[in-house]
Nanobody, 121 residues
Framework: QVQLVESGGGLVQPGGSLRLSCAAS????????MAWYRQAPGKQRESVAL???????SYAESVKGRFTVSGDNAKNTVYLQMNSLKPEDTAVYYC???????????????WGQGTQVTVSS
């Protein structure tokens, strides 16, 4: 089995910062990339940031300049540093990993359970 566990969510005032972590564990042969998504109430899940094993990064326009994604390949962990947070950043944040469990497995996407981020005064 593969598990992705997010942590670091919480309540923060506008302009504040939070750092999310997501650790992948279990039967993992190789991870191609890991990403952060978020889903606000009544809205579709949207991509926030992605990091590939080789270190390439991409961000949603709405978070560029405020959020930074980073990773630790040795720990199968991805981080999301969120600065200058706004009320519209309020959402459940999910991480996913595109990986394969063995050298013979197909690539597949796995998701974490999500962590709540609330930005409010």
């Amino acid at each position: 089995q593969v598990q992705l566990v997010e942590s670091g969510g919480g309540l923060v005032q506008p302009g504040g910062s939070l750092r999310l972590s997501c650790a992948a564990s279990g039967s993992i042969y190789s991870i191609n990339d890991m990403a952060w998504y978020r889903q606000a109430p009544g809205k579709q899940r949207e991509s926030v940031a992605l990091i590939t094993r080789g270190g390439s990064l991409s961000y949603a326009e709405s978070v560029k300049g405020r959020f930074t994604v980073s990773g630790d390949n040795a720990k199968n962990t991805v981080y999301l540093q969120m600065n200058s947070l706004k009320p519209e950043d309020t959402a459940v944040y999910y991480c996913n990993a595109f990986l394969r469990r063995t050298s013979l497995s197909n690539w597949a996407t796995y998701w974490g359970q999500g962590t709540q981020v609330t930005v409010s005064s």
